[in-house]
């Protein structure tokens, strides 16, 4: 018996979604962050206003006093909509499961100096709180700004900052072999030590922040900007100078997270300034309201970690916040 194998060449019939081909063009094929991410959020036939806010509708532009006149015209440069995020977070999991598990079986934490364990337990672990805080206000981004393109990065944001919360806690029981009183005497030092507390109220204030463009700009761009290079990239570069380089691989996530995550800062920042004078005037004068705030609630904290150098360390910190916000998004920040 002879079988003849034949192929087929079977022409799609359309290479997209009529919504996604009104803004590439005619049929023109799309990539999946394109068709997961525009015109995705309704538009028209609600049947209701919300009862909580019946001023405005489920989804309104008038949330925020920035304007936009396509609120699709942001674009996340990582391309992230739901699926190849948790790819690459599950790729990054991985990683830091492996970094946990070396840093645990080699004992490393015996080489870090008791002086400076006891560092990371009172000056990093609380920062889990702020962490939380980051995670309830980008979901509150996400369940009141406009427009997917927007949203959804915000959602993963929240979500990324909430393992971050978790990489701390696994990093202060770690420190303490295991012991748990750390995170209780963690949440004693957010709660009542004087050093937090400038910072605890800044994070309560950003919690009942109600313009969600504003809080972006004042979580996302202000606090993280100051934050991140000041907790994880200082505080780690002077604890390995003191036996304890083996902590750069617990925070690794946290200080690869900040870079990439600030790449769709600057963009969307960038875009949201270019649309008008009004909006770039608007971030500004958030981002500089903020960053006064945020620089006096992160002093005590920098002073307990460098002492006579925590003003200076934190002014350099600053220094590169205004000079990134210029370079990447076209801000000028005082």
Same mark, same amino acid.
């Given at each position: ?7 087929? %060449? ?10 996604? =081909?009104?803004?590439?063009?005619? !049929?023109k094929p799309a990539s999946r ?26 989804? !309104? ?5 920035? &304007?936009?006149? %396509? ?69 509150y981004m996400s369940a009141y700004?406009?427009?997917? *393109? ?6 993963? +944001? ?6 971050? =919360?978790?990489? @701390? ?16 005497? +963690?949440?004693?030092?957010?709660? !009542? %030590? ?12 950003? @919690? ?15 606090? %993280? #900007? @100051? ?45 949201? *300034? ?6 770039? =005037?608007?971030? &500004? ?5 903020? #960053?006064?705030?945020?620089i006096e609630a992160l002093t005590?904290?920098?002073? *307990? ?9 934190? *002014? &350099?910190?600053?220094?590169? @916040? ?13």
């Amino acid at each position: 018996m002879q079988i003849d194998i034949k192929t087929a %060449d079977i022409k799609p019939i359309r290479n997209t979604f009529d919504h996604v =081909a009104k803004r590439l063009g005619k !049929d023109k094929p799309a990539s999946r962050y394109q068709e997961a991410t525009f015109d995705i959020q309704p538009e028209t036939n609600f049947h209701y206003r919300p009862l909580w806010d019946p001023e405005h509708l489920l989804y !309104d532009r008038r949330r925020t006093a920035i &304007e936009m006149e %396509d609120w699709y015209a942001f674009r996340d440069p990582r391309q992230y909509y739901y699926g190849t995020w948790t790819i690459t977070r599950s790729r990054q999991q991985d990683h830091m499961e492996k970094n946990f598990a070396f840093f645990e079986k080699r004992r490393l934490v015996d080489v870090m100096p008791a002086e400076w364990r006891n560092k990371v337990a009172t000056l990093l672990v609380p920062i889990r709180h702020a962490e939380y805080t980051a995670n309830l206000n980008n979901c509150y981004m996400s369940a009141y700004g406009y427009g997917t *393109a927007i949203t959804q990065a915000c959602l993963y +944001a929240g979500l990324d900052h909430l393992g971050i =919360a978790q990489y @701390l806690t696994r990093i202060g029981l770690a420190v303490s072999d295991g012991d748990t009183a750390v995170l209780d005497a +963690a949440k004693i030092a957010w709660t !009542d %030590d004087e050093t937090w507390q400038p910072l605890r109220k800044l994070c309560e204030d950003l @919690l009942v922040t109600k313009d969600w463009f504003e809080l972006f700009v004042a979580q996302n761009l202000v606090l %993280d #900007g @100051l934050l991140y290079p000041l907790a994880y990239d200082r505080f780690d570069t002077a604890i390995s100078r003191h036996g304890g380089s083996a902590l750069a691989m617990l925070t690794d996530f946290a200080l690869e997270w900040f870079g990439e995550s600030s790449r769709w800062v600057d963009a969307t920042l960038k875009t949201a *300034a270019a649309e008008s004078d009004k909006n770039k =005037a608007q971030i &500004e004068q958030w981002a500089n309201a903020w #960053g006064t705030r945020a620089i006096e609630a992160l002093t005590p904290i920098a002073m *307990a970690e460098f002492g006579g150098e925590g003003e200076a360390t934190l *002014a &350099e910190i600053r220094a590169e @916040l205004i000079t990134r916000a210029k370079k990447k998004s076209g801000l000028d920040l005082q």
